[in-house]
T-cell receptor, first 115, second 112 residues
Framework: SQQGEEDPQALSIQEGENATMNCSYKTSINNLQWYRQNSGRGLVHLILIRSNEREKHSGRLRVTLDTSKKSSSLLITASRAADTASYFCATDPPVIKAAGNKLTFGGGTRVLVKP | EAQVTQNPRYLITVTGKKLTVTCSQN?????MSWYRQDPGLGLRQIYY???????DKGDVPEGYKVSRKEKRNFPLILESPSPNQTSLYFCASSGKDSYEQYFGPGTRLTVT
């Protein structure tokens, strides 16, 4: 079963607008990561936030984590057409090294940025 | 260039015909995994390996085999493919000191 559930499933915005997507998960985590996938291609790591962090920035990306609500959000500011992709959150359990860096992925949010 | 490679990228086969999808990484990573991606189900881990000769089942291992004879290679074997194994497959690797996973470009498999 999926650990993370992204919301919304799909998002359509104009270039220059901000895109926000959310991820909820069910069990305790060690870290939460966000990945991007361009259509049918491999996933690319975007950002990792540790369970003891609340907010993290990387370029135009801002990630928040609320462990009390078991949720995270990914904000992409000033979106570009090249940001069109699917975005996945992925969590790993507290005892991660015993499971080979096992990640559990959500179903993803499809983002379309219109020029 | 640091990368994970998979071959083939596309494969159409028939039920029961054994196949192997190769995966290789050039980053000297200890951990390697295989995932399958299906619409609405996200990515699910099939098998993983923590090092040479150390492999274990993920969430959906039925119908698959793996081996890790060399650190850089982690092939996925379907001994008798069935149509429900039609999917997009990804290999991924990560170092023992990092949680970030590097993904291959994917193998789209169709079993008729």
């Amino acid at each position: 079963s999926q650990q993370g559930e992204e919301d919304p499933q799909a998002l359509s915005i104009q270039e220059g607008e901000n895109a926000t997507m959310n991820c909820s998960y069910k069990t305790s985590i060690n870290n939460l990561q966000w990945y991007r996938q361009n259509s049918g291609r491999g996933l690319v790591h975007l950002i990792l936030i540790r369970s003891n962090e609340r907010e993290k920035h990387s370029g135009r990306l801002r990630v928040t984590l609320d462990t009390s609500k078991k949720s995270s959000s990914l904000l992409i500011t000033a979106s570009r057409a090249a940001d069109t992709a699917s975005y996945f959150c992925a969590t790993d359990p507290p005892v991660i090294k015993a499971a080979g860096n096992k990640l559990t992925f959500g179903g993803g949010t499809r983002v379309l940025v219109k020029p | 260039e640091a990368q994970v490679t998979q071959n083939p990228r596309y494969l159409i086969t028939v039920t029961g015909k054994k196949l192997t999808v190769t995966c290789s990484q050039n980053m000297n990573h200890e951990y390697m995994s295989w995932y399958r991606q299906d619409p609405g189900l996200g990515l699910r881990q099939i098998y993983y390996s923590m090092n040479v000769e150390v492999t274990d089942k993920g969430d959906v291992p039925e119908g698959y085999k793996v081996s890790r004879k060399e650190k850089r290679n982690f092939p996925l074997i379907l001994e008798s493919p069935s149509p429900n194994q039609t999917s997009l497959y990804f290999c991924a690797s990560s170092g023992k000191d990092s949680y970030e996973q590097y993904f291959g470009p994917g193998t789209r498999l169709t079993v008729t």
